[in-house]
């Protein structure tokens, strides 16, 4: 048997070594032991888990700091142009089996452990996820690390150092309670922390001015500075020695304490200056797909970003001194959204006021090295900062952002000067930078997507549907101004995590059938196993994967819920942050549909229903009312069926609480079916839908962002018969449609069976939860409006999973299908995403280490 040790062990080629640390299981066990007691100070007779990780992880990190370090000195030396990601979340998850097997040393380290009594798995949980991120986004940022380094790519990642993460949601009662996320009381040995880099940022004050003839020097006087402190996180890359770096920001005071105040017997505030400069690091805001218009957001945007900037500002002066029209040749920033675009104004206020540029070459720099990306197109999430709130705390950025305006509107003027004037002049409104608030014509605002537009050289949208949204939408006038500057990145997912790693058995089979591993950097190998979804003997192979890997999730329902369930029913998933848009509500709808059916049937039909065990998980923002209602919902439906001695063989319905990156590596690999279900053109690209397809679960989903990528891709391998949606239950209306449909929602004559739903929520029969102001916001047009037209999807959604179990059914064909899914998942790789920034945006090529 070709197993995991196989790839594990790198298919029997040496290791590239560079490593002067030995790796035999007998050296990494009497290192650990070494680790738990002089780092630990614990006791080598009685080795707890948490000490193993712990030892274990302090061996690993030399491993790591020694290639990050050899890295680092190759590019050192050979200077090449490096990309730098900017964003204000990496959603990162656990590291000790990612770091293991990346650096492809599974086998002597598990061995070492069993030495110790210890299962490696097993101790790996003992960690907790380095949760920095919310959602997509965030997990974008992880992936892209992840690919850069295994490519070789010369670039870091730079963010925050959230002493608080994302929370832990526990529900009580139904309700989802919102828990800090202290995740490191324990310590995190995943980082270095660097006394060494250390810059001040400043907030607040007021300007000072002096002409000398045609020249103005101005000066910031601040009223308050912080130090940041980096912290590095090596990135190890699959099959290769290169290892890159996440460096996050953590905020100290410049006076740890106020002994004067302190001596006059004021306590409290000698410890002032430290909480106010700490707050700034200590929580992420937990708002998904929607800002948060709040001064602390502001603070922690341009903390880690001018730290940054200063960071590889004085990297680059320490090799190439002033010569700053060198910078676009050696340095580029990727915007990840607009969350770090007031790095535009602090490049200019570095490049002007610190180093002494004219303001066209300053300018000329910036737009040369910014790029950006835009993840969202509801027009309410984009950042927009009250001009109030931006000069009190950043008065020269507020200055230079005016300036920066004030010559778009003369550059646009001029670009427009064809139009008639009063066209022009509303064009040149719709595209400002800084432009009155439309519910509150006395407030001015800063809009920072289109500060990031005008700032940089490229703008791209996460898949194909929503870059080419974004042309006709919310940035159409920018199109029309610069249609060159606009492109497509379709999102990509590491698959070493989300399917070699996390699905160990499907990968092991995967290598088996191509003979080789090359697949798990190389994805469109994957194509290969086109030819084995005809070979029956295959096909029960990766059935018994799917199965193994549900007894795994069937394991941890029981852990979470106390409840057993058949691993032989359907295991219908829909995993991601519960928001409107992402119509978890639609999904409820249809179970509550089912149990209705199954209710109203004689024994005997009953023996033809396809049993479902179906669950959500997924975290609401914590002021997120309308969402919070969806999670009681699901709760309350749940409790109904699942206790129903008349369905509870049949269906199920789960919420799973606390879902994050460890949760989902439990639960993708055991899917059978996912749903993507969003209303057409609202969900960017979606992730997730990647993921499961890789790992073979069939998708049920509308035509909105990258699914329709994916069905494409799974139209293709099937041949130039097939039609886009053939091999995927589509569902749903068009995207084109969507803004007429909602026009005539008011007169849109609802389903019966929708009717009936309403009726039974309403009238309790889930408990008399409150559930008027969700059963409003899809029904009442004078409350919500249904603005995600769940009315009008809702029988067609019916009709497509009426296919769903018929396709069940046939285990055959829905085999074959899952093996086809994952065999034409090779686009969606990191990977080749991240090879298309790097050659059509960043112009950065690899350099790796010998
Ligand atoms: O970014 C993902 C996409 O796959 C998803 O479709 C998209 O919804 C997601 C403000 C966001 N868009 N906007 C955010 C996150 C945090 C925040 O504070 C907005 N996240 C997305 C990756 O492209």
Not at 436 to 446: C, T
Not at 662 to 686: M, N, R, W
Not at 824 to 850: H, M, N
Request: proline fraction near 4%; include cysteine; aromatic fraction near 10%.
């Amino acid at each position: 048997r070709l197993d995991v040790v196989s790839f594990r062990n790198n298919n029997g080629r040496k290791r590239a070594e560079t490593s002067k640390k030995p790796t035999d299981p007998e050296t990494v066990h009497s290192d650990v032991l070494a680790k738990v007691e002089f780092n630990s100070g614990g006791n080598r007779g009685q080795v707890t888990a948490l000490l193993a990780y712990q030892g274990l992880a302090w061996n690993l990190r030399e491993h790591l700091m020694e290639r990050m370090i050899a890295t680092q000195n190759l590019w050192r030396e050979k200077d090449p142009k490096f990309v730098y990601y900017l964003s204000a979340e990496f959603l990162m998850g656990r590291s000790l089996l990612n770091t293991i097997q990346n650096l492809e040393l599974y086998e002597p380290y598990a061995q070492a452990l069993k030495m110790l009594g210890y299962n490696l798995e097993t101790l790996a949980e003992k960690e907790r996820d380095a949760s920095l991120g919310n959602g997509g986004l965030g997990r974008l940022a992880a992936c892209f690390l992840d690919a850069m380094a295994t490519m070789n790519l010369p670039g870091w990642g730079y963010g925050i150092r959230y002493k608080y993460g994302m929370f832990k949601q526990i529900i009580k009662d139904g309700e989802q309670m919102e828990v800090p996320d202290v995740w490191l009381t324990d310590g995190n040995p995943w980082e270095v922390r660097r006394p060494d880099v250390v810059f001040p940022v400043s907030f607040g004050g007021k300007l000072k001015k002096t002409v000398t003839g045609s020249h103005e020097l101005v000066e910031w006087i601040p009223d308050e500075q912080v130090i940041a402190m980096a912290y590095d996180v090596p990135i190890p890359g699959f099959n290769t020695q290169n290892t890159g770096n996440l460096r996050l920001w953590e905020s100290l005071p410049v006076n740890e304490f106020d002994l004067d105040a302190f001596n006059k017997g004021d306590i409290l505030s000698a410890y002032n200056e430290k909480g106010r400069a700490e707050a700034i690091t200590s929580v992420l805001y937990p708002n998904d797909s929607t800002p948060e218009g709040k001064a602390l957001r502001l603070k922690q945007q341009y903390f880690f970003v001018s730290a940054s900037l200063q960071d590889v500002l004085a990297r680059f002066k320490k090799v190439h001194g002033n010569q700053f029209d060198l910078l676009p040749e050696k340095a580029c920033f990727q915007l990840n959204d607009t969350h770090p675009t007031i790095g535009i104004a602090e490049m200019v206020h570095l490049l002007v006021d610190k180093e002494g540029l004219d303001w066209e070459a300053a300018w000329g720099i910036t737009t040369k090295v910014f790029a950006f990306t835009n993840h969202t197109i509801m027009p309410e999430a984009l950042e927009k900062w009250p001009v109030k709130v931006m000069r009190e705390f950043l008065p020269r950025h507020m200055e230079i952002i005016e300036t920066i305006d004030t010559q778009w509107q003369a550059f646009l003027e001029e670009k427009l000067s064809e139009m008639p004037k009063a066209e022009k002049q509303a064009a040149i409104d719709r595209m400002a930078i800084v432009h009155p608030n439309q519910w509150n014509k006395e407030e001015m605002l800063v809009n920072m997507a289109h500060l990031a537009v005008v700032g940089s050289h490229t703008v791209n949208g996460v898949a194909q549907i929503h870059s080419d949204i974004i042309k006709s939408t919310i940035f159409k006038d920018f199109h029309g101004v610069f249609p060159l500057k606009f492109q497509n990145k379709t999102n990509g997912v590491t698959p070493r995590r989300w399917l070699v790693f996390s699905n160990t058995d499907l990968a092991t089979l995967i290598t088996e059938a191509l003979g080789t591993q090359e697949w798990m950097t190389n994805c469109k190998l994957l194509e290969g196993l086109k030819p084995f979804a005809e070979d029956a003997e295959f096909r029960k192979k990766w059935s018994a994967v799917k199965r193994k890997n549900k007894e795994r999730l069937g394991a941890k329902i029981r852990e979470l819920t106390g409840d057993d369930v058949d691993t032989s029913s359907m295991f219908d998933i829909q995993i991601k942050r519960i928001h409107e848009y992402k119509r978890q509500f639609l999904n409820v709808l249809s179970v509550i549909r089912r149990y209705n059916t199954i209710k109203a049937m004689t024994p005997e039909e009953r023996k033809s229903v396809v049993p479902r065990v179906c669950v959500i998980a997924g975290k609401a923002a914590s002021s997120y009312e309308r969402a919070k209602d969806i999670i009681r919902l699901v709760g309350a439906v749940g409790d109904t069926i699942n206790t129903d001695p008349e369905v509870r063989d049949l269906l199920r319905l789960y919420f799973l609480p606390d879902y994050n990156v460890s949760l989902a590596e439990v639960i993708i690999p055991a899917a059978d079916l996912s749903q993507h279900i969003s209303t057409a053109g609202t969900e960017a690209s979606g992730t997730s839908n990647m993921k499961f397809q890789m790992n073979g679960s069939l998708i049920l989903g509308t035509m909105d962002g990258a699914n329709i990528e994916i069905a494409e891709e799974i139209a293709a391998i099937q041949g130039p018969d097939a039609k886009v949606g053939d091999g995927l239950f589509i569902f749903g209306v068009d995207a084109k449609d969507v803004p007429k449909l909602r026009k005539e929602r008011k007169e849109f004559k609802t389903d019966p069976r929708w009717d009936e739903i309403m009726d039974m929520i309403k009238k309790g029969t889930f408990g008399n939860d409150k559930f008027e102001a969700l059963v409003d916001s899809v029904n009442d047009m004078t409350v919500g409006n249904d603005w995600f037209l769940l009315a009008n999807d809702f029988a067609t959604y019916l009709d497509v999973q009426d296919e769903v179990d018929a396709m069940w059914k046939n285990q055959d064909e829905w085999v074959r299908r899952s093996i086809l899914y994952t065999a034409s998942s090779g686009k969606f790789s990191s990977d080749r995403t991240i090879s298309q920034y790097a050659e059509e945006i960043w112009d950065v090529q690899p350099l790796a280490v010998a």
